[in-house]
């Protein structure tokens, strides 16, 4: 028994609390899965890491079928004139790739899915602040992804991700039910980030300062105020373009006076700030991870911490870069690529500050490791090739070609997506208590880094040539370009195969995972793993920061020691 | 932590240390919600700037159109409505669950008054065929783009008017909570966060009003 004085999120000022150490029990006989039985239990939770669990389920779904377009788009492309699909379906493929890999797999995958479970453990909180919220979103989600299947089974849609006007207030396709589909998921994305900004604030277990808060909880942070603030003018734009194609409202319309222009400013303004909603969580679970497996403190704790909230506010400030070409004026174009060249900044201070943590770090390469180094490869080129495309001379050569479609998979797929695997992986064994088979786990991450870097790499070499994005069909100088990199999508599909075939086998018949397989010194990891249905049995109290990683273990397992004695 | 929520008032949900945390924490969310609102509505007039720098003119001559008598009362009774959601929280913080009530429901009335005045401006637009868009008919205004006022105008307080009646549904339904004797001056976080959201409808209309009837 011991005394510790902290300051409780609630009042901010200090107290002095009695303390003991809880050591988490390594075989726990309840957790969360067996608390809570039944599907019934399940579909109507309120507990934040059913929910985690579910949304990861659902993102896996979309993921699997935006991959099995993406593979059947690669295919097609074998040969320079058809392969074995029409041109309008191919237009509808490559549009419905990339709806779903964006609005239903990367938007949420990171956030609502590993944030939800992770997010109100990292706070030592019992759940999220508005756990039926939380539940509403899971549900809304749903909705959004029904109207989007009724799109699927009637017209299909064939207007490109991003629903350009005039051509979505004219395609015959069901631009309507795509367009209310996500519409309605967006309202999914604005509760979770609600949600997430309340718990952060309020819900922070005693002790847990600002500074002590995990990075992991800054990125979330920072994507959750993106999402609150820039969803909102999506659902608008979506909103006045199925206003449009009912009424003919006339505000996109140059035929009635409107402006396609306008259009395009109010979708960047939305799908820009998007883009760091995607990748900012991924910069959250690297500095969880690096961390971990360097058994060393973070190098520049709130020049990362502070950067996330760098890159959400010049986030807002940069979507004209997707209109240089647009007919915007020449000082917008010139100020917008200035300010595209910002961003660098705080993101190139992340890849430093991480790289610097590992210097003298005892690394232990596990699985989650792996996928840190592929994303600092990955991430990293797509970062520069980022700066090219906001240069202006460079951008008019490359605008709509292969080069940009190579820069963003650099981005979404080498950031965000093999940050998401780190993650997968490094909390593998706490959502499910149960360890995967590391030789399989790291043949698959070799894979994926060779089948990605075959998929894409051609990519930028072919777009610098002038390849078209979108295109069905290309010239014959192109072929060798397409075919390297239609083998390259087979390997990365192999590769997410053999990752869905060990995770799904070590849920039967994997080794029993530790409480704390990897000496993490983060909150979550002090609980049973799986844990409890209210994460901790006690009232965790937090006297160090989270990567102290000179620090004794049992200065990391303290809790209140008398909660009755406590005012509560 | 099992033994922390037996010492629970029923009111504060499990994962919550205390009343007061509960009642912070839900204030803040729904301030964070407004902000997504304003955000919202932050695109239409963003689109509003637009085209009123693009038709200066078509602005000032199709708010003639306007019954800018009726849109004052309109603008009275959204005013009346606030100050009437302020006092129902005074009372809930003042344990008076009468007063509570009665002005509940002076709140709905008032929002209804509101939606039956702008129901008949509209079916008297409706009436000239000043339709939003392409359905657009009305000739007394010349202008070749006057059907791009009326496409903002409906947008703005179409919307609007949705979140008048979501609104009028959220008070019902504090009212019926109010009325199974739910609130009191130590919880009326509900009270208190939807008071919340109606002067941010209130506050929306107090920009329309000016923006679309009073242009000179």
Known sequence: MATAEVSPASTGTKKTFKVKRYIPSENPKKTFFTEERGLWAWLTTVDHKKIGLMYLGSVTFFFLL????????????????QTFIEADTYNQFFTLHGAIMVFFVLVPSIPAALGN?????????KDVAFPRLNL???????????????ALASNGLDTGWTFYTPYSTESTSSVIWVTMGVFILGFSSILTGTNFIATIHKLRAPGITWSKLPLNIWALYATSIMQVLATPVLAITLLLLTMERFLGVGIFDPSLGGDPVLYQHFFWFYSHPAVYIMIVPGFGIISEVITTF???????YWAIALSSLAIAFIGFLVWGHHMFTSGQSAVATTVFSFLTFLVGIPTGIKILNWVATLYKGSIEMKTPMVYVFVFLFLFSIGGFTGIMLGALSADIHLHDTYYVVAHFHYVMMGGTLIALLAGLHYWWPKMTGKMYNEFQAKIGAALIFIGFNMTFLPQFIMGSQGMPRRYYNYIDQFTIFHQTSTIGSYILGVGFLLIAYYLAKSLMSGERAGSNPWGSRGLEWQSTSPPDLHNFDHTPVVINGPYDYHKPMEEFQLGLANAHDEKH | MANHSTSHPTHVQHHFVDSDQQF????????VFLVNEILFFGGLFCAYIVYRAW???LFQMAALELNTFWGAVNTVVLIGSSLTVAMAIRSAQKNQMKGLKINLLITIALAVVFMVIKGFEYAHKFELGIFPGDFYTYEGLDHPQANVFF??????????ALHVLIGIGLIFWIYLRARKGEFSSEYYTPVEITGLYWHLVDLIWIFLFPLLYLIE
């Open chain 1, 66 to 81: 935006g991959g099995i377009l993406a593979l059947l788009l690669r295919t097609e492309l074998l040969t320079p004139a």
């Open chain 1, 117 to 125: 479970f992770v997010l109100p453990m990292q706070l030592g909180a």
């Open chain 1, 136 to 150: 509403a979103s899971l549900y809304i989600y749903i909705i959004g992804a029904i109207f989007t299947f009724i």
């Open chain 1, 294 to 300: 360097s058994k060393k403190h973070i190098f520049g």
């Open chain 2, 24 to 31: 912070d924490t839900a204030k803040l969310g729904m301030w």
């Open chain 2, 55 to 57: 038709y200066p003119e």
């Open chain 2, 151 to 160: 496409g903002i105008y409906y947008m703005l307080t179409g919307v609007h």
